[in-house]
Structures are given as structure tokens and as C-alpha cells.
């Protein structure tokens, strides 16, 4: 079975925030293809207007860490194109810090209040526009470094990790609503936020992982029927959920 075996993109609508360029440019395009309609949302004004235009879509300027730009991005979903059916919670950036001397408070807020926040934020934007459609599909983008330790960018670990704890309280308590909500953990995928190390991991022949194998992954999470899950991409593997141990309990 294709990796979209399980997934008819006609009629669908598919919000995806961080949507002009890197992952969210690439699912955009994918989705379209499958026959979904598409409204990124991002900063990038230039660039998400272009691809909007080149998908037949909606551009909104959307940054995720304001409320009131979520809730809008989701309203032209719904007066533009009917509705929505997927919200694909993929803006981010990296976290620009340590805790020692190098701590930088004002980077601490902001890739807090996009990679964390930003999520928190679309999905209660989004909840009412899903139930509306009887249930959809809730993927944010996490990272590998929310299932290992990143001693590389510890903030960065943290509100990936955070966000991974969200969507596995969320997939439970949303599920009986038809609403499913997952985690797609890529490692160093080839976009904008590995600009700065990518010279270093290609020197030590760290694996890059191609953007494509990322929309893969995507596809496969809507094919799929579990909620509440981190699925991993790496290089050389097929993604698939984490197997979370379970924690000890009391004697």
C-alpha cells in the first residue's frame, strides 16, 4: 500500500502554518497534489504569497505566537474554502541559546513562543473548525530532539519536548471526537534551521535527512489511524510511531 493508501486529499483543507518554505512548502505541495486545498500561513510574506498563487491557495501573515493570528488563519480556511480538515502545526525555529553564560532571554522567549506556544495556540484555533467538519487531523512538528537529549540546543530540546507531551495528552482526549492528533520527530532535515550546523554534520558525515522523506512520514500519519503519537523520520528507515515505555507504577 502507498504511503497514501489510507488518505483522499479531494475536498479536504489543510492549514499549515510555517508554510512558505522548507517542510511546510513541501506538504503544501504534496497535498495539492492528493487534491486538498491549502492556506499557508507564515511571515514570509513574499514567499508564501508566490506558492499560494503557484497552489491555488490562501496566503495569511501569521505569527503563531499571537493568538488572534492562528484564530484568523483558520477562519479564511473556512471562508475561503468551506472549512478544514487538516491543521498542520509546523512553524519553528531554532533555539538560540544555552542556560550558562550564553543565556539569551529574548531567544528564549521567542522559540518558546513559536515552537511551543505556536502549537497550543493552532490547536485551540483550529478545534472548533474540526469539530465543525465532524474530526480532521492535528500534526505538529516536533523533533528527534524531543525523544533524546540536546545538550547542542537545550531550548530547543525543551519546547520540542513539550510539544510531543502535548500531543500525547491531546490524542486520548481528543479521539472520541473524531479528531486525531500527532507528532511527526524528523532529525536534521535539509531547510533553513540547520543553516548554521549544516556545514558540520556534512564534514562529520552526519546524515541529512531530505525534506521529501519528511513528507513521506506526513502522509503516512494521515494514512494511519492512531492518535496521540511521536513518529520518528530518520534516514534509512521507514517512520513509524516511538515506542514509549511505559512509567513505573505505584507498589
Given at each position: 500500500m502507498s504511503a497514501t493508501g489510507g488518505f483522499d486529499g479531494n475536498g479536504k483543507v489543510a492549514l499549515i502554518t510555517g508554510g512558505s518554505n522548507g517542510i511546510g512548502a513541501a506538504v503544501a505541495r504534496r497535498l495539492v497534489r492528493e487534491g486538498a486545498r491549502v492556506v499557508l500561513a507564515d511571515v514570509d510574506v513574499d514567499a508564501g504569497t508566490k506558492l499560494a498563487e503557484e497552489l491555488d491557495g490562501a496566503f495569511v501573515r501569521c505569527d503563531v505566537r499571537e493568538p488572534a493570528d492562528s484564530e484568523a488563519a483558520v477562519a479564511t480556511a473556512v471562508?475561503?474554502?468551506?472549512?478544514?480538515?487538516?491543521?498542520?502545526?509546523?512553524?519553528?525555529?531554532?533555539?538560540?541559546?544555552g542556560v550558562g553564560d550564553d543565556f539569551d532571554l529574548a531567544a528564549y522567549r521567542r522559540a518558546m513562543g513559536v515552537n511551543l506556544d505556536g502549537v497550543f495556540f493552532g490547536v485551540h484555533a483550529a478545534l472548533p473548525a474540526l469539530r465543525a467538519r465532524g474530526?480532521?487531523?492535528?500534526?505538529?512538528?516536533?523533533?528527534?530532539?524531543?525523544?533524546?537529549?540536546?545538550?547542542?540546543?537545550?531550548v530547543y530540546g525543551?519546547?520540542?519536548?513539550?510539544?510531543?507531551?502535548?500531543?500525547?495528552?491531546?490524542?486520548?482526549?481528543?479521539?472520541?471526537?473524531?479528531i486525531?492528533?500527532?507528532?511527526?520527530?524528523?532529525?536534521?532535515?535539509?531547510?533553513?534551521?540547520?543553516?548554521?550546523?549544516?556545514?558540520?554534520?556534512?564534514?562529520?558525515?552526519?546524515?541529512?535527512?531530505?525534506?521529501?522523506?519528511?513528507?513521506?512520514?506526513?502522509?503516512?500519519?494521515?494514512?494511519?489511524?492512531?492518535?496521540?503519537?511521536?513518529?520518528?523520520?530518520?534516514?534509512?528507515?521507514?517512520?513509524?510511531?516511538?515506542?514509549?515505555?511505559?512509567?513505573?507504577g505505584p507498589r
Open positions: 471562508e475561503r474554502f468551506g472549512g478544514l480538515d487538516i491543521a498542520f502545526l509546523n512553524a519553528g525555529i531554532a533555539g538560540g541559546g474530526g480532521g487531523n492535528i500534526i505538529a512538528t516536533a523533533s528527534m530532539a524531543a525523544l533524546t537529549a540536546t545538550p547542542f540546543d537545550p525543551a519546547n520540542k519536548a513539550a510539544v510531543v507531551g502535548l500531543v500525547r495528552a491531546l490524542g486520548p482526549t481528543l479521539g472520541e471526537e473524531g486525531r492528533v500527532n507528532a511527526l520527530c524528523p532529525s536534521f532535515a535539509d531547510t533553513d534551521i540547520i543553516a548554521s550546523m549544516k556545514g558540520h554534520l556534512q564534514e562529520t558525515g552526519f546524515p541529512i535527512l531530505d525534506v521529501a522523506d519528511v513528507v513521506e512520514a506526513f502522509m503516512r500519519v494521515l494514512a494511519a489511524d492512531g492518535t496521540g503519537e511521536a513518529w520518528y523520520v530518520v534516514p534509512g528507515r521507514p517512520s513509524e510511531p516511538f515506542k514509549f515505555r511505559g512509567v513505573p
